[in-house]
T-cell receptor, first 114, second 115 residues
Framework: DPKIIQKPKYLVAVTGSEKILICEQY?????MYWYRQSAKKPLEFMFS???????DNQTASSRFQPQSSKKNHLDLQITALKPDDSATYFC?????????????FGSGTRLTVL | GDSVTQTEGQVALSEEDFLTIHCNYS??????LFWYVQYPGEGPQFLFR?????EKGSSRGFEATYNKETTSFHLQKASVQESDSAVYYC??????????????FGQGTVLSVIP
């Protein structure tokens, strides 16, 4: 059974549109994260949540908004999409906030913005 | 800010060859250092960590030693197998409030092992 489900696996969007990336984890973890990996940059931290509370935000743009409806859900809403947003977005979770040894990544959503 | 540099972008070896992937970091204090591995179509997976100078981390035959003097955490394996083909990432933790909430990753090294 998949431990972290990310949907969709591939996503194509047009500039200026809005998309939501879905993430659900079934590991019973208390913390969830978003990372981004683009062609030009290494894997880059975006957000962290603990018990549905935002703990850290390293994303400069307000166009990126995480949404946590349940402890095991952390979706990512991206508005006013730009070609530079093209990347693979990884959702991750860990047993507790900051517990990098139990950090588990999903397989990612590859977003292409035309 | 913190940064991690992996010297090799790609490494090609034959089975049973010795592997070294170089990792150097820039950060204040004593950040925790990590190695992650990513197989095709999957997210990165935790391999091992080290938190103190001269501490050795290891897993699945891979090892690295934390070196504060040279700010390095080089990954080594004595005898690679085809199944080791993957992307390897060195990372450091921010150590916020005692944990490692935010990891800073290197660019990754693609390892290809030819049978």
């Amino acid at each position: 059974d998949p431990k972290i489900i990310q949907k969709p696996k591939y996503l194509v969007a047009v500039t200026g549109s809005e998309k939501i990336l879905i993430c659900e984890q079934y590991l019973g973890h208390n913390a969830m994260y978003w990372y981004r990996q683009s062609a030009k940059k290494p894997l880059e931290f975006m957000f962290s949540y603990s018990y549905q509370k935002l703990m850290d935000n390293q994303t400069a743009s307000s166009r990126f908004q995480p949404q946590s409806s349940k402890k095991n859900h952390l979706d990512l809403q991206i508005t006013a999409l730009k070609p530079d947003d093209s990347a693979t977005y990884f959702c991750a979770s860990s047993q507790d906030w900051g517990d990098a040894e139990t950090l588990y990544f999903g397989s990612g959503t590859r977003l292409t913005v035309l | 800010g913190d940064s991690v540099t992996q010297t090799e972008g790609q490494v090609a070896l034959s089975e049973e060859d010795f592997l070294t992937i170089h990792c150097n970091y820039s950060a204040s204090g004593y950040p925790a250092l990590f190695w992650y591995v990513q197989y095709p179509g999957e997210g990165p997976q935790f391999l091992f960590r080290a938190s103190r100078d001269k501490e050795k981390g290891s897993s699945r035959g891979f090892e690295a030693t934390y070196n504060k003097e040279t700010t390095s955490f080089h990954l080594q394996k004595a005898s690679v197998q085809e199944s080791d083909s993957a992307v390897y990432y060195c990372a450091l933790g921010d150590g916020a409030t005692g944990g490692n909430n935010k990891l800073t990753f290197g660019q990754g090294t693609v390892l290809s092992v030819i049978p």
